[in-house]
T-cell receptor, first 107, second 115 residues
Framework: DAKTTQPPSMDCAEGRAANLPCNHSTISGNEYVYWYRQIHSQGPQYIIHGLKNNETNEMASLIITEDRKSSTLILPHATLRDTAVYYCIVGYNDMRFGAGTRLTVKP | SQTIHQWPATLVQPVGSPLSLECTVEGTSNPNLYWYRQAAGRGLQLLFYSVGIGQISSEVPQNLSASRPQDRQFILSSKKLLLSDSGFYLC??????????????FGNGTRLTVT
């Protein structure tokens, strides 16, 4: 079973920030938090990952709580092309995906 | 740079027929390799993963099997396909040495329809 829980769906207005939450209360040791997204009929695309510090790249920011039991993926200026299913996963070799969050960006 | 090749892109097979899907990775050594399956409208299900040649961890044995005959080659097989085997099959790799700090990189997938 996946070690993460995410809301099944979210909406966001185009141009606004999209904040996607993830709970991983059983995260342990040196497990990293990874975020991916999947656009229909394609393989998942890596977005960002982190251990305990906040991370930022050209696609998104990742905020991890101090106790590491939850995190938030932030898309600062969502576009229509960001509509996708977003997956948060933690693990070592056994990388299990949950159901993810279906983000719909609306004009 | 590293690349992952997965073929075929689409496949239609009758029930009871065998299956062989192949995945190869270039540009890296000793990768972790994964097979996932995604049924229509569902999330990704981890089927098998491998941390080295001949080392296969099975998540969903059923009628599927996996083999890793070479360092960068991962094969998914079945002796007799079931209707429920239809789905989108994805191969992925991550860097093996520091796998807890290495993201997954996915192939383009194989869309299998069992009729």
């Amino acid at each position: 079973d996946a070690k993460t829980t995410q809301p099944p769906s979210m909406d966001c207005a185009e141009g606004r920030a999209a904040n996607l939450p993830c709970n991983h209360s059983t995260i342990s040791g040196n497990e990293y938090v990874y975020w991916y997204r999947q656009i229909h009929s394609q393989g998942p695309q890596y977005i960002i990952h982190g251990l305990k510090n906040n991370e930022t790249n050209e696609m998104a920011s990742l905020i991890i709580t101090e106790d590491r039991k939850s995190s938030t993926l932030i898309l600062p200026h969502a576009t229509l092309r960001d509509t996708a299913v977003y997956y948060c996963i933690v693990g070592y070799n056994d990388m299990r995906f949950g159901a993810g969050t279906r983000l719909t960006v609306k004009p | 740079s590293q690349t992952i090749h997965q073929w075929p892109a689409t496949l239609v097979q009758p029930v009871g027929s065998p299956l062989s899907l192949e995945c190869t990775v270039e540009g890296t050594s000793n990768p972790n390799l994964y097979w996932y399956r995604q049924a229509a409208g569902r999330g990704l299900q981890l089927l098998f993963y491998s941390v080295g040649i001949g080392q296969i961890s099975s998540e969903v044995p059923q009628n599927l099997s996996a083999s890793r005959p070479q360092d960068r080659q991962f094969i998914l097989s079945s002796k007799k396909l079931l209707l429920s085997d239809s789905g989108f099959y994805l191969c992925a790799w991550s860097a093996g040495t520091y796998s807890y700090n290495s993201p997954l990189h996915f192939g383009n997938g194989t869309r299998l329809t069992v009729t």
